[in-house]
């Protein structure tokens, strides 16, 4: 299989072979569906805290007598069916969220949203992303030229000047390829890859 070859103008000068094995997968839906909640799911914090009828804020006054009211019976003004009681089942910030998925299931993933990227044209290599000085103005010219908006860029190497030009620039992101992750994948609208991240991209997933 073969991916286009971007030159500085965002036109495509040449192609470049790539693996079939990583490049030309058949599109798992279910398979990039559950490696993409993993994903955030392993992201949460899980900080949330609620508070239980033992924690809440109240008094233990008894909020009126057992009998003759012809209300239902209550003991405290905490119980989870009063208006400012506690939870039943409060969130635990000791909460897990965290999700496991198996390398091989994970490079088959990355596989196949990779496939479906150069399927949907939505993947290009350039030969190499340098800057001779962190100026936000020059990546974002060099962008524009090539007519890349929204661009996740996976250089082989992400040197000082490239990551400071490229932090205040919206909806673009600059990573190194074990950095690469499926969220981002399918987030932007191009994926722009050097030649040398390449092929350590086939490396990774092969």
Do not use: C
Request: hydrophobic letters at 40%; proline letters at 4%; charged letters at 25%.
């Amino acid at each position: 299989m073969q991916v286009e070859l971007l030159n500085d103008q965002g036109q495509a000068a040449s192609n470049v072979d790539v693996p079939d094995t990583i490049f030309g997968r058949e599109y798992n839906e279910s398979l990039v569906h559950q490696i993409v909640v993993a994903y955030q799911a392993n992201a949460r914090q899980g900080t949330r805290a609620q508070k239980d009828r033992g924690t809440v804020k109240h008094s233990t006054k008894k909020p009126f007598k057992q009998k003759g009211t012809g209300r239902a019976r209550a003991g405290m003004t905490s119980s989870p069916i009063w208006r400012g009681g506690g939870r039943a089942f409060p969130n635990s910030p000791l909460e897990n969220f965290t999700q496991k998925v198996n390398k091989k299931m994970y490079r088959a993933g990355m596989a196949s949203i990779f496939s479906q990227l150069v399927r949907d044209g939505r993947l290009a290599v350039v030969e190499s992303l340098t800057l001779e000085s962190p100026k936000t103005k020059v990546l974002a010219d060099k962008f524009k030229a090539m007519n890349l908006k929204s661009v996740l860029v996976i250089a082989d190497e992400v040197d000082e000047n490239l990551y400071l030009a490229s932090r205040n620039l919206p909806n673009v992101m600059v990573v190194e390829p074990r950095y690469a992750d499926p969220v981002s994948l399918v987030f932007f609208k191009k994926v722009v890859v050097t030649k040398a991240a390449l092929a350590k991209l086939q490396e990774m997933f092969a």
